[in-house]
């Protein structure tokens, strides 16, 4: 495989790192950008709107890592 191939492999082995982070890992990742943890929930307490945001977001970025690794690797695979 060429460097480029490689080098978008490691982009979407990153993008899919920080997806993963976002949506499982919450709390390091609000640590890491400064923000406080989660509070802890109570039962007449509304959900944090923000865990929603990182999940879906989350998700997003970690599914285009996965594709964009897949396809490009692929591609390189059955081109060459």
């Known amino acids: 495989m060429s460097a480029h191939v490689i080098a978008v492999d490691l982009v979407a082995l990153l993008f899919a790192v920080v997806g993963f982070h976002m949506a499982f890992r919450q709390r390091l990742v609000r640590r890491l950008i400064g923000g406080a943890a989660a509070r802890p929930r109570t039962s007449s307490e509304d959900e944090d709107p ?31």
């Open 50 to 80: 923000v865990h929603y945001a990182l999940l879906i977001f989350g998700m997003m970025i970690l599914a285009f890592g996965i594709i964009l690794f897949g396809f490009t690797t692929l591609y390189a695979v059955m081109t060459t």
